[in-house]
């Protein structure tokens, strides 16, 4: 089911607007009202504004990008035009625990062109909902043919007051999947996205990222006090984002909510990826729920590797079995059933799993086939230690 409306410029007057005194300055608002964004060049740089009702969430912060060669994509800009529109959409999951979801919001979209130098031009769309808002930038065909090579984004988020954060660090030695912490985000360091903080003014704020396609992925760093900076993931020469001639970033997100429980009901990142381009997903889609030997060896229960407190043994995988199948479900998960685990397998970087070997105390045959006499089929977890071969 799908309904939408479309409406131009004209019609949407009380929603985005220009400043009377600054015609470099523009404002968005939701369809209630409630959260606005603006947008103004300050001395030929973009910068935005986010507030809520009659607080202010983020005060004026930077946006644009470093390109190779300390080239700015970030300042010397005038506005060539702008362009504003609503829609209004509901669409259906294919699965979810909602089955129909409105997208709504009103969007603005600007067009920026460098004075000098390529004269390069940048487009940057803000969309309002009234469960927050995002922006991202698009990079059209340019007179310039050249590869574009992103070094850093500028992108701030400066944060009008401290507020409790709930965090999981980013950029560690060996992996990204921690516990999440809490502490005032004027402490934070580098920080993997959602970010989840409680303002002071007690609204319940939510940064992360939507439609993520060939872009680099976004971490958060403090930069200084409640500043935050969005922090791209680079290749290994360090160049954030290499491309031919065009971009699309993805969209920077921050859902907005009176309480907690309004960031889980929010439909915000969903309504901005694209939309499902699979078609008759029912017919080979099929969703389930499984246990599985995997979470004891996170806790010290068990080990990954052969030894007295081996986790994927075949005794182990047939009682899981026979618990899988006692409390209705059909699918067991296994971690470990494999050659290749030592207990310090994530510090050689040269070591390579096997997917052919199983683990000693570990029959697969055996295993399978009780599987199968209990309805009962299994899912193997295949650690790649982050090889590629």
């Excluded at 005038?78 to 699965?95: A, L, Y």
């Excluded at 075949?314 to 199948?325: L, M």
């Amino acid at each position: 089911m799908k309904k939408h409306l479309i409406l131009p410029a004209l019609l949407l007057s009380i929603s985005i607007g220009y400043s009377q005194k600054n015609k470099n300055a523009y404002e968005l608002a939701s369809p209630n009202g409630q959260n606005k964004i603006k947008f103004e060049l300050i001395k030929n740089a973009p910068k935005y504004a986010v507030s809520h009702g009659k607080t202010e969430v983020i005060t004026p912060s930077d946006m644009g990008f470093l390109l190779k060669g300390n080239e700015n994509l970030s300042s010397d800009f005038e506005i060539k035009s702008v362009k504003n529109s609503t829609f209004d959409e509901t669409w259906t999951q294919v699965w979810g625990e909602k089955k129909n979801i409105r997208n709504h919001y009103n969007q603005l979209s600007v067009q920026l062109q460098q004075k000098s130098g390529n004269k390069r031009k940048l487009e940057i769309q803000f969309r309002a909902f009234d469960d927050g808002i995002a922006f991202r930038y698009v990079y059209p065909k340019q007179n310039v043919k050249d590869s574009i090579f992103i070094m850093d984004e500028k992108t701030t988020f400066n944060l009008k007051e401290d507020g409790k954060a709930w965090w999981i660090p980013a950029n560690r030695e060996n992996r990204d999947e921690y516990l999440f912490k809490d502490a005032p985000v004027s402490t934070l360091d580098t920080v993997l996205t959602p970010l989840t903080i409680e303002s002071k003014s007690g609204l319940a704020l939510s940064f992360h990222e939507a439609n993520l396609v060939d872009f680099a992925s976004m971490t958060l760093v403090n930069t200084t006090g409640t500043q935050l900076k969005s922090d791209l993931v680079p290749w290994a020469d360090g160049v954030k984002v290499r491309v031919k001639d065009t971009f699309t970033s993805s969209w920077r997100t921050l859902q907005i909510g009176e309480n907690p429980s309004d960031l889980i009901t929010s439909y915000l990142i969903l309504n901005l990826n694209d939309p499902n381009k699979l078609k008759n997903t029912a017919s080979y889609f099929k969703p389930y729920k499984y246990f599985g030997i995997w979470w004891g060896m996170h806790i010290g229960k068990y080990t990954f590797w052969e030894s007295d407190k081996q986790g994927a043994t075949t005794k182990h995988a047939e009682e899981y079995i026979d618990f899988t199948a006692k409390e209705g479900f059909h699918h067991l998960l296994i971690e470990g059933w494999n050659k290749g685990w030592t207990p310090a397998w994530y510090e050689n970087h040269m070591h390579m799993f096997s997917f052919t070997k199983s683990a000693d105390n570990f029959d697969l045959e055996k295993v399978v086939e009780y599987g199968k006499k209990k309805d009962v089929e299994l899912i193997g977890y295949h650690e790649t230690g982050s090889n590629l071969i």
